[in-house]
C-alpha cells in the first residue's frame, strides 16, 4: 500500500513539472522573448535584445493596415501600418487567426479623431514595444518615400521620374512569370540531417529573373551544399538578411553582381534554377526547380550565425508584395535580363553617402 501510495506521489509530481514546463514555454513566447541575456561577469550586463519571435502577421491584415498607413499620408492624422499591426498584435498576443476587419477600423477610428494617439492608447500595454520592435524588425524597409521612373503619358517611349510613396519592397519573382507556392514553412527537410525548412519555396521555370525585394547590400554570393547558388542581401538597418537559393546552374547571378554590391529594391539579382543538395559546386540536385527564399531576423549581429538563428515564415508577406512585381526586359546581346523602371530609394542613397564620408 505505501509503495503504491509513493507511485501515486511521484506521477502527481512529474505533472505538477509537466505543467509548470509548459506555462514557461507559453510565458517564454512574449517575456523571455525581450529578455536580456547576462555575462559571465556578476558585475556586467551585456545590451538587451531579443532572441525569439515569431511572424504571424495575415495578409488581410497587412493590407488594410497598409491602405490606411498610404491613404493617410494626405490626411491630417497620418497612420504608420507597423504602429496598427503592433497594437492588433498585442491585443491578440500575436495570434493573427483571431484578426477582425473590425478590430483595425476601430482602432484607426480613434486615432483620426484625435482624442487618441497611439502612445496614449498603447500606454498601459506591456507588450506593445516588444511586438512594435519585431514587426518593425520584418517590415521596416518596405514603405515608405522613393522614386521611380514611370511611362511618359505624352511620350510614351521616354520615362520621367516621379516621387512616391508605399510600397517599395518588392515580390522576388519579376513581373509576368508564372510561379507557384504554398505555406510551406517548417515543413520536413531530410537532405544532410532531419531539419525543418526555415524558408518559402517558389516553384517556376529554369532562367526566371530573380529580384531584390529590398535595397541593401550583398553579403554572401557563392556555393552551399543546401543551397547551391546563393544570394545574401543585408538591409542597410542590418535587421533583415534575405536569401536566394537553388539559383541557376552556370548562370545564377547577374554576372556584374559581387560581394559588397549596393542594390536597388526591384533590381534583377539572379535566375531561379534548381542548384543544391551537393558538396560539389555547379550540381543541378534538386528535382524541381525553385527560389528558396528565406528570411533571417537580427536584433544583434551574434544572432547571424548561431544554433538560435531567427528565420520567420514569410508566406503572408510574400502574398502581400505580389502587388509590387518589378517588370523586366532582356537584353538580345549579353542574353541578361533587367529592370525597365529604375528606383531610387533614400535608403540606399543614405548608406552610399554615409560609405563615401567614410571612405573620405
Known sequence: MKSKIGIKHIIILQLVVLFV????????????????????????????????MEFNVCYKALDKAYTYDVKSQTQDVKLNWIELLAYLGTKYGGDFSKYKDKDMNALVKKLQSKNETINSLT????????????????????????????????NPKEKIWVKKYGL????????????????????????????????????GQVGTPIIAVESGYVE?????????????????????????????????????????DVVQAGDVIGYLGRTGYSSKENANNIDTSHLHFGMEIIFDESQKECNNEIWINCYNLIRFLYKNRSETAKNTETKEWYRLYNIKDPAAEAYLQEEQNTAD
Open 21 to 52: 514546463l509548459s506555462a514557461a514555454l507559453v510565458v517564454r513566447k512574449v517575456d523571455s522573448a525581450a529578455s536580456y541575456t547576462v555575462s559571465s561577469s556578476s558585475s556586467s550586463t551585456e545590451k538587451k535584445f531579443i532572441k525569439w
Open 123 to 154: 500606454k498601459k500595454m506591456k507588450h506593445y514595444p516588444y511586438y512594435y520592435e519585431i514587426y518593425s524588425a520584418v517590415l521596416g524597409g518596405l514603405v515608405g518615400e522613393y522614386e521611380i521612373e514611370i511611362p511618359d503619358k505624352e
Open 168 to 203: 517599395k519592397g518588392f515580390s522576388p519573382i519579376a513581373k509576368n512569370f508564372p510561379y507557384s507556392d504554398y505555406d510551406d514553412f517548417g515543413v520536413s527537410r531530410s537532405y544532410g540531417y532531419k531539419r525543418r525548412h526555415l524558408g518559402h519555396d517558389m516553384m
Open 220 to 260: 554572401c554570393l557563392g556555393w552551399n551544399q543546401y543551397g547551391g547558388w546563393r544570394i545574401g542581401i543585408r538591409s542597410f538597418d542590418k535587421k533583415r538578411y534575405y536569401y536566394y537559393a537553388h539559383l541557376r546552374k552556370n548562370y545564377p547571378y547577374v554576372k556584374t553582381l559581387k560581394e559588397g
